[in-house]
């Protein structure tokens, strides 16, 4: 008869699992509240005491660490001498271990939760008899997710439960153990903060530093204002990340994931004063990032608007006296140092994906002027602070820059030229020296017409459409220089 060990936390579905392996002749043994379960359910069940002989000790901290238990799953039953040895020992063999572990996740969740609380729910006997039969897949079936148990039984109903299905759980015991060892180092390493709420009072959430690097959000310092919030740490991040895209003095505002002023100049006072310009409205609220010292001089005209977080390298002794008058206000010193191996994490359902930042870039000299029409020097340096800023900006993305700030900003319509109207109808200027600059290639000549009919005269875009021909055609037709790049800038 087939032996199977179960101890499972998570005791959704068990009984009807449980019933099903009996009928096809397995043999159970357990532990603990599984076992409780189990027999309250009038199923046959032996103590896993049974198999090792040897009594549950330390409160339930000892049960299943011991020679009859991992000699059984961890037996090559190719190798002869395995078999030997477990005979010599009187050591059955295991066929299939169904574990999922202590709620340690769940438990440290609760922001109350105490160190001796968390301590007692780090599983020992649970991933260790995983990992043994996970390593042994080619002989014994591992089960960590509820969900599968149907197909395990149909499996064994139909003869299908073979190597290859086993591999696919073993792969499973192994995402689950390192999601479960990850989550206890976050814990102990005052890694994990938990927020508020997340994006909206309605859901839960927290803040996992994987990264205490001086240059990355996880890693700054704040030096006032009350903690920071799910939506504030998106946000601060967004800012930071355009902020380091320029060496000259630079401020960015963002609000709700966009750059909503950014403005550039010889100071940084006269920076701050280009990004409050291209939209003193929306700044209201917002993030401000800045790429040098915020100075007194700055700091009272920071303090006279109501902005959630300042983000700079550093904060001269006076401009933090004024500064944090203001209670809640969030002033965070970070190193300003790009990190190019730095890659993003974005949550979907059932897992993450993974990218490397959008941090490169492409010199004016490997550009190409599409059109008859060549851009004026003051042309080309809206279109080069553009071409840093759009990367910011959510798609489909066009704004308006010239060449101390953003003029107009259209940002995540879901087509080009609704973007356009946008950010062309907030301009605060349009004349022949401000630049529409697009995140995308410009496939019809619509966007085009529209930006001339408003004045448009210069224009910069990646290129690369079947269709490109349509839009410089259209171009040259009013008169406006266009720019390729090569590049594309989509931020979703």
């Known amino acids: 008869m087939k032996k199977v060990i179960?101890?499972?936390?998570?005791?959704?579905?068990?009984?009807?699992?449980?019933?099903?392996?009996?009928?096809?002749?397995?043999?159970?043994?357990?532990?603990?509240?599984?076992?409780?379960?189990?027999?309250?359910?009038?199923?046959?069940?032996?103590?896993?005491?049974?198999?090792t002989q040897f009594p549950e000790i330390m409160d339930g901290r000892v049960k299943t660490l011991h020679p009859a238990v991992h000699g059984g799953i961890l037996a090559d039953r190719d190798k002869q001498a395995h078999?030997?040895?477990?005979?010599?020992?009187?050591?059955?063999?295991?066929?299939?271990?169904?574990?999922?572990?202590?709620?340690?996740?769940?438990?440290?969740?609760?922001p109350d939760v105490t160190q001796d609380d968390a301590i007692e729910n780090i599983d020992i006997g649970g991933p260790t008899m995983l990992r043994a039969a996970a390593k042994n897949f080619k002989h014994v079936t591992t089960v960590v997710h509820p969900s599968d148990y149907n197909e395990v039984i149909h499996k064994i109903k139909t003869n299908q439960l073979d190597e290859a299905f086993r591999k696919e759980l073993m792969i499973k015991v192994f995402e689950?153990?390192?999601?479960?060892?990850?989550?206890?180092?976050?814990?102990?390493?005052?890694?994990?903060?938990?927020?508020?709420?997340?994006?909206?009072?309605?859901?839960?959430?927290?803040?996992?530093?994987?990264?205490?690097?001086?240059?990355?959000?996880?890693?700054?310092?704040?030096?006032?204002?009350?903690?920071?919030?799910f939506n504030n740490i998106k946000d601060a991040d967004a800012a930071l990340s355009l902020v380091k895209k320029f060496k000259q003095s630079?401020?960015?505002?963002?609000?709700?994931?966009?750059?909503?002023?950014?403005?550039?100049?010889?100071?940084?006072?006269?920076a701050f004063k280009h990004a409050y310009e291209a939209d003193n409205q929306s700044i209201f609220g917002g993030i401000i990032a800045l790429n040098r010292t915020v100075t007194a001089e700055l700091a009272e005209t920071l303090h006279s608007i109501f902005l959630e977080v300042v983000i700079a390298p550093k904060f001269t002794e006076d401009a933090l006296a004024i500064l944090t008058k203001k209670k809640n206000i969030r002033l965070l010193e970070i190193d300003m140092t790009i990190d190019n191996a730095e890659q993003e994490f974005v949550s979907v359902s059932g897992g993450y994906l993974v990218q490397d930042k959008d941090n490169k870039d492409v010199s004016r000299e490997k550009m190409t002027v599409a059109t008859h029409t060549q851009p004026t020097e003051?042309?080309?340096?809206?279109?080069?602070?553009?071409?840093?800023?759009?990367?910011?900006?959510?798609?489909?993305?066009?704004?308006?820059?010239?060449?101390?700030?953003?003029?107009?900003?259209?940002?995540?319509?879901?087509?080009?030229?609704?973007?356009?109207?946008?950010?062309?109808?907030?301009?605060?200027?349009?004349?022949?020296d401000v630049a529409l600059v697009s995140d995308g290639f410009l496939p019809m000549g619509d966007t085009v017409e529209y930006a001339a009919e408003h004045g448009i005269k210069a224009i910069i875009q990646p290129g690369g459409s079947i269709k490109d021909q349509e839009s410089i055609d259209m171009a040259n037709k009013y008169g406006i220089a266009m720019v390729m790049t090569g590049m594309r800038h989509f931020k979703h």
């Open 250 to 270: 630079i401020a960015v505002a963002v609000k709700h994931m966009n750059p909503c002023g950014v403005g550039v100049g010889e100071t940084i006072e006269e």
């Open 378 to 432: 003051s042309q080309w340096e809206a279109m080069l602070l553009g071409w840093k800023v759009v990367s910011a900006v959510k798609s489909n993305a066009v704004i308006l820059s010239n060449n101390k700030q953003t003029v107009g900003i259209g940002a995540g319509q879901m087509n080009r030229v609704g973007s356009a109207k946008i950010a062309i109808e907030r301009a605060i200027e349009i004349n022949e």
């Open 83 to 110: 078999l030997d040895q477990l005979k010599e020992q009187h050591i059955d063999l295991i066929d299939m271990v169904v574990v999922n572990l202590y709620p340690f996740q769940q438990t440290v969740a609760d």
């Open 176 to 229: 689950h153990t390192n999601e479960y060892d990850h989550a206890i180092v976050s814990f102990f390493k005052d890694n994990k903060e938990t927020l508020r709420y997340g994006e909206n009072p309605q859901q839960s959430a927290y803040f996992v530093r994987n990264s205490n690097s001086k240059h990355t959000i996880a890693g700054a310092k704040q030096l006032h204002g009350k903690q920071l919030s």
């Open 6 to 51: 179960l101890s499972v936390s998570n005791k959704s579905g068990i009984v009807e699992f449980a019933k099903s392996l009996t009928e096809l002749d397995y043999e159970l043994y357990s532990t603990g509240g599984t076992k409780r379960t189990l027999e309250e359910a009038d199923i046959n069940v032996k103590s896993v005491s049974e198999l």
